[in-house]
């Protein structure tokens, strides 16, 4: 995940998702939720960040606003570009059960049609096998002469935070949400699960100011997703490398960059290419169930929450 100062397919994909309360719109999206009146319910959301965050969802082509003739309802809805992103929510959904434990945190109460609860791993869809941190290289591959890449949309960070009188909406809020809505925070993950441990690399490959590589680093590290080891001192030199919850974004990031090499091949300037090791195959990574070993697809489960 992330982005290195040109705008790849990953980077582009964050510049729509990459915001704490987007995610949660895309999350309740897809367990039906339709109206404003549900979004803002089930959200705790001003009405002008809500809209907001639907009117760049509407300009990325990922959801419509439609008004049935005769009626005051609108409903918001997916597109078939927005309905995509389905397994990068389920791959983040399935990091979030891995790594956050408090069982306050919300998850949508998927079920896999086996009938079992919904688990999903990450498999390559040529040779069939799991696939795993370590065992997936990335390929970037300029592309000249794209004149329509769109400018990186900024936000600044504040984490989201729920009205008051409603503080447990906090705890709610599952942690996936804070790793992955803050751009630049996920800019430094991505050179982190690329092998880039050193701190200039790092600012090379983000293309962002040595502060701001800072603080990300400490937010990383404050988020469990990182560490650092100490190997010079006099000055003192880190390496900072990814934690076992750091490297499980691999699969939220394959996702992404499947989608973003589909979708929005017109707006970016680097394509990645992702090959598995173990087969030697360009990885088309497909999220199976684990009780059924079937492709977990968004007619295949059921939200019972």
Request: hydrophobic share 40%; proline share 5%; glycine share 6%.
């Amino acid at each position: 995940m992330g982005r290195s100062s040109a705008q790849s397919s990953v980077g582009a994909a964050l510049d729509i998702v990459a915001d704490q309360w987007t995610l949660l719109i895309i999350r309740d999206l897809f367990a039906g939720v339709s109206t404003w009146k549900g979004l803002s319910d089930s959200l705790v959301i001003s009405p002008a960040t809500l809209k907001r965050r639907l009117d760049l969802l509407i300009a990325a082509g990922c959801v419509t606003r439609n008004q049935e003739a005769g009626k005051k309802q609108v409903r918001y809805k997916l597109t078939a570009k927005g309905f995509e992103l389905f397994p990068f929510l389920m791959a983040a959904r399935e990091w979030q059960l891995r790594w956050d434990a408090r069982p306050e945190a919300r998850v949508t109460n998927w079920h896999h049609s086996c009938g079992q609860v919904l688990r999903c791993t990450p498999f390559c869809r040529s040779c069939g096998e799991a696939v795993r941190s370590g065992e997936v290289v990335l390929d970037d591959k300029a592309l000249p002469g794209n004149d329509a890449v769109i400018p990186a949309r900024r936000y600044r960070y504040v984490p989201a935070k729920p009205e008051k009188g409603n503080s447990t909406r906090a705890a709610q809020r599952p942690k996936v949400v804070d790793v992955l809505g803050e751009s630049r925070t996920t800019a430094v993950m991505a050179a982190l699960l690329r092998g880039i441990h050193r701190f200039d690399a790092i600012q090379q490959f983000t293309g962002l100011p040595p502060a701001t590589v800072s603080s990300r680093l400490r937010r990383i590290q404050l988020l469990g997703l990182g560490h650092t080891r100490l190997y010079q001192e006099n000055p003192d030199r880190a390496l900072y490398q990814p934690s076992a919850a750091g490297r499980d974004l691999l699969s939220l990031s394959l996702q992404l960059m499947q989608w973003g090499n589909k979708w929005l091949a017109g707006s970016i300037q680097v394509r990645t290419q992702a090959i598995h090791r173990p087969c030697g195959q360009p990885l088309e990574s497909v999220m199976r169930c684990e009780h059924c070993h079937t492709e977990v697809t968004y007619d295949s489960v059921t939200n019972r929450s």
